[in-house]
Structures are given as C-alpha cells and as structure tokens.
C-alpha cells in the first residue's frame, strides 16, 4: 500500500498560519527530512522503517511544515498512531490517538508551527474512531508541556521509567468535549 500514488498535494492555508512556512501530509520524499529533524531535536530515534510503517498506516495525520521559499526543508514534523487497549466498561477494544512525535527545528520555535502542526493532525487521527489522545512527555520538558497544555491535554498519571535514560513521563490525555 503505497502512499505517494495517492497523494493529493493538499497546502493547508490559515490566517494564524506563519506564512513563511506551508503544512502539508509527509510523503515518502520527506522521510529523510523529518528523521533529520527528529535526530537534531529529541533523543529518541527510530529506525527508517519505523517512519515508514507510520507514514503507510497513518498518512492524513503524519503532516509536515516546510519553509515556504525552500520547500526541500521540513524544520517540523508530527505523527499519530492509534493504539488499541481493553475497554474497561465493554468487551471491545478502545482506540485512542497516541502522539508519536512532534518536533520543531530549533531556528524556526515559537512561532506557532507546533500548534498548526497539531490543530491539523487532530481532527485527521479522530477519524479513525478514537475515544481520546493520549500522549508522553518528559516530566523536564517544559516547552512541549505547555504547548500541551496550551490545546487542552491534561496530564493524567506519572510514567516511572518511561525513558531509556530513567527519566519519569507525564501521560497526558485530552478528552473529546
Ligand atoms: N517555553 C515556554 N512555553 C513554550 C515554549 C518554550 N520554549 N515553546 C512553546 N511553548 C508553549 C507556549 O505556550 C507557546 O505559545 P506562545 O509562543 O504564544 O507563548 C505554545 O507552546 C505554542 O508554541 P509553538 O510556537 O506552537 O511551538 P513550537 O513550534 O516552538 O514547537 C516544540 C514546540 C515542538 C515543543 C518544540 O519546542 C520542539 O521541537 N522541542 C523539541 C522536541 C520536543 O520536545 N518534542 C515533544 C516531545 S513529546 C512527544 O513528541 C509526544
Ligand atoms: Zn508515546
């Protein structure tokens, strides 16, 4: 199931936007892109195929920025995934959105990418019959908690452990209202 034959070049405009940066849906093209700003903004890594396998299960909410006047450069990324967990009021398995990554290159912060990055994924990942989004953050990660906080995530529990290097994570949830 291939991803680029379907896609539709489809430039999301906004008043809010940042003009001098485009959003559109990642294509197998960018891949080396996002990974390139994944590796020089977060400690976790993932392998190519990773990406891939994400970008083929879950296109409408793997979005990318790009610089208007370079469109070769994507300074930010996010993907979504659904997870599936029991339910604990039925038989059936519960769907959440899980934020797998966000990103922004670091010369191009604060200027609201994050946030477009984020109001476009989330009604994209909805469509796939979710109950609500779910996400971790490093408990030090001060920037991404308040973007978070800022599009109504609320943090639910402490993850112990939750990284390689034992820092604890914050999983936080945003309910449908
Ligand atoms: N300090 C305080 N608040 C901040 C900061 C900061 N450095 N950065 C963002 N915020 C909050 C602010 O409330 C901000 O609104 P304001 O600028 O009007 O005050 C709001 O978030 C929106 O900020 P954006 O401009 O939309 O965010 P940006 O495009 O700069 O990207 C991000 C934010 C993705 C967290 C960026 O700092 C980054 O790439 N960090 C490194 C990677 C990372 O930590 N990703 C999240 C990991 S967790 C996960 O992926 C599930
Ligand atoms: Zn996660």
Redesign the pocket.
């Known amino acids: 199931m291939g991803t680029d034959k379907q896609f539709k070049p489809k430039i999301f405009t906004n008043t809010d936007i940042p003009s001098d940066y485009i959003f559109r849906r990642c294509t197998s093209k960018d891949l080396d892109g996002v990974i390139e700003v994944n590796e020089a903004?977060?400690p976790e890594d993932y392998p190519y195929f990773f990406y891939k396998s994400i970008l083929d299960h879950y296109p409408e909410s793997f979005l990318v920025a790009l610089e208007r006047n370079n469109l070769n450069n994507v300074v930010?990324y996010v993907m979504w995934r659904i997870e599936k967990t029991p339910s604990l009021s039925n038989l059936k398995l519960d769907r959440k959105g899980h934020?797998v990554?966000?990103?922004?290159s670091e010369e191009h912060?604060?200027?609201?990418?994050?946030?477009v990055l984020l109001n476009k994924s989330i009604p994209a990942i909805r469509k796939h019959g979710i109950s609500s989004y779910v996400?971790?953050?490093r408990i030090s990660?001060?920037?991404?908690i308040?973007?978070y906080k800022?599009l109504n995530f609320k943090i639910e529990k402490i993850k112990e452990n939750y990284y390689r290097d034992g820092e604890n994570a914050y999983y936080m949830v945003k309910e449908f209202k």
């Open positions: 903004e977060l930010g934020l990554s966000i990103a922004v912060r604060r200027k609201k990418i994050a946030t996400l971790e953050v990660n001060y920037s991404a308040e973007l800022k």
